[in-house]
């Protein structure tokens, strides 16, 4: 029995050959597969099945066609305008003017390289990894940050109810300071976050929610009269020039408080939307008008003209009180022009009336109407003076006064219009507002090289305005009343063109605006 069991286990260490073939015919097969698999792929034109890139199927899409088929639903998307609110205030913040962008082509050739490794394992692993589960491509989506910065200050300083800084301007021999306001404030990065996750959702075609406008509750910074003081104080200086070549030094008035800090502190404890300071002016014995032989202004550089309706007597006063402010401004080189500074605070004391502003997304009568004729009077005339401006907004609705992307709305304490003077001379500015006209010049000396400066504007979309219908007793039914207009909105965008002995040197964008429309409003009568 112990010889047949050894016999028995010596023939069980033999291999059966049957065996050994069989797994090697099955790897070999499926190498043949794998391979004919692989290159079957490889050599096709189209992307696999079971590919989507930014959650857009491109399965079984040639390049040409996934390009085409991603480009018209990225053009959709992008046409498309993210609404934002916050209480009432409602506005839209257009894609395009951020230059949302995709890199489309390097999304594609991601797809299409799926399955077409050099390496037939890799290949395949693919293949059947992406047939099985699916393959999602996602590339980052840029945009323009600083276009998108500007566009969130903007409706920063527009939300009605924005806490308001103190502020201050000199009037004559006094300093007048303005109390700050306490208001809500734009939480700019859960904003931008808010946004910038937003269009990542609809770039991928999904349909988003009106934003939200993050704020949270605002104090003003307190005022500090010692750091007032050192920004104000001045020591008097005479006007000169010097020549070859010839530079202009305006006069300085010397200018300090008339008071002590101590006393100025004490008036400032008082609760009071507005503080008057005396001051001690000190006028140069030279000023620029006695430099008699000397004429620093000789030519015109630009001009500009709007008309208002004069019979709007309370607009019309504050046009004049504005221009009357700005007019003999002289601007030294590098100096910077702030609107607010220089008119001041729009106040019944000082002299402006009551008339039709724009506010929270309504017409509404308030103190200082018209000033922004002025400021969008001066914006034109210093672009065509190839001027820098360094702080601009434009209106909630559009203007009558200008065409679109040609205004500049200011509001004290939120909202200036800033530009600095960037030509080798000095500049003056004077501006005359009577019989239904507001002319602003601006003068100085022209430059070795003078542009011819050229500003082009155009409204690239048109938003409808809606009707709201109230319904009211005191009509008789049927009987309808228009109590306000309804104005369109609108996308625009200017750009300044520079042309030397008539051939174009430079084009460049200067705004790209957005206009809310005018809701239209009418009563209907229930009686």
């Not at 190498?31 to 079957?40: E, H, N, P, R, V």
């Not at 609404?83 to 999304?107: C, H, P, R």
Request: aromatic share 8%.
């Amino acid at each position: 029995m112990r010889k047949n069991n050894r016999k028995r286990n010596k023939k069980n260490t033999y291999l059966n050959p049957k065996k050994i073939i069989l797994p090697i015919l099955i790897i070999f097969a499926l190498l043949i597969f794998s391979s004919i698999f692989a290159l079957t792929n490889a050599l096709g034109e189209t992307i696999i099945s079971r590919v989507k890139i930014n959650n857009i199927d491109v399965s079984n899409l040639t390049i040409n066609e996934a390009y085409q088929k991603l480009k018209e639903q990225f053009d959709e998307q992008v046409s498309k305008n993210i609404k934002v609110k916050q209480g009432e205030y409602e506005t839209t913040i257009s894609l395009e003017q951020i230059e949302v962008k995709y890199d489309i082509i390097e999304a594609i050739n991601e797809a299409y390289k799926i399955g077409r490794n050099k390496n037939i394992i890799i290949s395949n692993y693919s293949i059947l990894k992406t047939k099985l589960f699916s393959t999602k491509i996602e590339k980052a989506i840029n945009m323009n940050e600083e276009e998108l910065n500007k566009v969130i200050d903007d409706i920063s300083a527009k939300i009605p109810g924005v806490v308001t800084q103190s502020s201050y301007y000199i009037e004559g021999d006094n300093l007048i300071i303005s109390n700050g306001k306490a208001g809500i404030e734009v939480n700019k990065e859960e904003f931008k976050k808010r946004i910038i996750d937003a269009i990542k959702k609809q770039i991928k075609g999904k349909e988003i929610d009106t934003i939200e406008i993050p704020i949270e509750q605002k104090e003003p910074e307190k005022l500090d009269i010692e750091k007032i003081r050192e920004e104000i104080y001045k020591e008097p200086q005479d006007a000169y020039y010097e020549e070859n070549p010839v530079v202009l030094h305006k006069e300085v008035n010397g200018i300090d408080l008339k008071i002590s800090i101590e006393e100025a502190k004490t008036i400032l404890e008082e609760q009071k939307d507005e503080y008057v300071i005396p001051l001690t002016i000190t006028k140069p014995e030279i000023t620029v008008k006695d430099l008699k032989n000397q004429n620093f202004f000789p030519e015109q550089i630009s001009k500009y003209v709007t008309r208002y309706d004069e019979s709007n007597i309370n607009r019309s006063t504050n046009i004049k009180l504005a221009s009357e402010k700005i007019d003999g401004t002289i601007l030294m080189p590098g100096e910077t022009f702030s609107y607010n500074k220089i008119v001041g605070e729009r106040t019944i004391k000082a002299g402006y009336k009551e008339a039709s502003v724009y506010m929270g997304g309504k017409v509404v009568d308030g103190i200082g109407g018209g000033i922004c004729q002025v400021s969008s009077t001066l914006y034109n005339a210093v672009l065509e003076a190839n001027l820098e401006v360094t702080s601009r907004r434009n209106h909630y609705f559009i203007t009558g006064y200008v065409s679109a992307s040609r205004d500049a709305t200011v509001s004290y304490g939120t909202i200036d219009f800033k530009f600095k003077n960037t030509r080798t001379y000095p500049i003056k500015i004077e501006c005359l507002s009577q019989n239904g006209i507001c002319q602003i010049e601006i003068k100085g000396i022209k430059e070795d090289i003078e542009y011819e400066v050229v500003i082009e504007d155009k409204i690239t979309e048109v938003i409808p305005y809606t009707t709201k219908y109230i319904k009211t007793n005191k009509l008789e039914k049927g009987v309808e009343n228009e109590i306000q207009k309804g104005v369109n909105g609108y996308k625009s965008e200017a750009y300044r063109i520079l042309r030397l002995n008539g051939k174009v040197i430079s084009k460049t964008l200067l705004s790209k605006d957005s206009y809310n429309p005018l809701q239209r409003i009418v009563e209907q009568g229930t009686k």
